[in-house]
């Protein structure tokens, strides 16, 4: 399984990082913070089915908006009323009960982002076109403290609840995002190889209904055997009530989810379930949060980062000031199509 089988046991590797970043933020021109970059115009394009051409795919680089995340404590990412440490656990024992029915056979262990990885934007900016005017209005977007962004889109959610926004709004909007170039091939093509080769995983800090909405217009839901996300469901009143995924203490990762603690607990358990390790462990993703989880790669697992974008960047900085601290092989990617190829080569190996 290369160095991350070794990491779960390291007393070294408890610290998720041990260089300073800061979490990015893409956000669109009235989008869910203020002062945010401009974005691309949004299409419209009929959905369909994994492989055939459902969303209009564009690439798009944009500059990064940095907000440094505060020190946490316990009861800062607790929900309201939960004992301390108590989402943190109920999260251990989900892991647990449904990791277990998955085939123990398969040779390589996937794992992918969702936003601006799988699809081409990031959710929690797209939901706003649901708005009145589709923009939030100053006072809420005042609201936003570094560090609290899951607790400033539960309020963002609040709002279009109150604006009589419906699950059917915004299930039609998440559908219409577009695919990263390149990522329905991608996903075609672990969908078609043989049952042993991957275990793929979704791994995200957005939030539970925004993902599914759009896996299952795209046909792609399937493909993945389990996704870490922030619990969203509708209330009895209509409104998508979001929870945060977990507690931790990594300081420098999101209040609500640090993606390296996931990505530890999983193949932990995996390994243990299996009773071996995976062949490889490979990760896709975009952004800050993503290199986290891809400190702890060892040197036969891949890094996938998008290239141009937060992950690639810290990946390289981290290279050029502590050579060797980042031990996986990194393949930077503009389109899915260079991450198939890749894989191509690695599971005929």
């Known amino acids: 399984m290369g160095g991350l089988e070794g990491a779960v046991t390291s007393p070294a590797a408890a610290v998720c990082l041990s260089v300073t970043y800061k979490r990015t933020y893409h956000r669109p021109t009235g ?30 680089i944009r500059n990064n908006e940095f907000s440094r995340n505060p020190g946490l404590t316990q009861q800062s990412v607790e929900g309201e009323g939960d004992p301390p440490g108590s989402r943190s656990r109920r999260s251990e024992i989900t892991m647990t009960s ?7 056979d398969k040779r390589f262990l ?24 589709q923009h939030l209005p100053d006072w809420l977007k005042d609201t936003y403290q570094p560090g609290r962004y899951n607790e400033y889109m539960q309020r963002v959610l609040a709002y279009l609840a109150e604006q009589g926004v419906t699950e059917s ?63 969203a ?13 977990h507690s931790h203490d990594c300081a420098r990762c999101p209040n609500n989810m640090c993606k390296q603690v996931v990505v530890r ?11 071996r390790p995976y062949q490889r462990i490979f990760y896709v993703g975009d952004g800050a949060n993503d290199f986290c ?16 974008f937060p992950m690639h960047r810290l990946i ?33 190996e």
């Open 316 to 348: 390289t900085e981290t290279h050029e000031a502590m050579p060797g601290d980042f031990k996986a092989v990194t393949v930077p990617w503009a389109s899915g199509e260079e991450v198939v190829q890749r894989l191509r080569r690695l599971v005929a």
């Open 98 to 104: 449904n990791s277990a029915n998955i085939s123990s």
């Open 169 to 231: 709004d915004i299930r039609s909007i998440m559908e219409k995002i577009p695919a990263s170039p390149g990522m329905l091939t991608l996903l075609q093509f672990l969908r078609t190889r043989p049952p042993q080769d991957f275990e793929v995983v979704l791994l995200s800090d957005a939030n539970s209904f925004f993902i599914e909405s759009w896996l299952r217009r795209a046909g792609a839901r399937q493909i993945f055997h389990r996704i870490f996300s922030n619990p």
């Open 293 to 308: 989880p891809a400190l702890a790669l060892g040197p036969r697992d891949v890094a996938f980062p998008r290239r141009d």
């Open 265 to 275: 607990d999983y193949v932990a358990r995996r390994t243990e379930e299996r009773g």
């Open 233 to 245: 469901t509708f209330n009895k009143d209509g409104r998508l009530v979001m929870r945060p995924f």
């Open 31 to 60: 989008g869910t913070l203020p002062h945010s970059e401009s974005g691309s115009d949004q299409t419209g394009p009929t959905p369909g089915i994994i492989g055939t051409p459902l969303l209009t795919q564009h690439n798009k």
């Open 110 to 133: 996937i794992f992918f982002d969702f936003d601006e990885t799988i699809v081409d934007e990031t959710s929690d900016d797209m939901v706003v076109q649901a708005a009145p005017g």
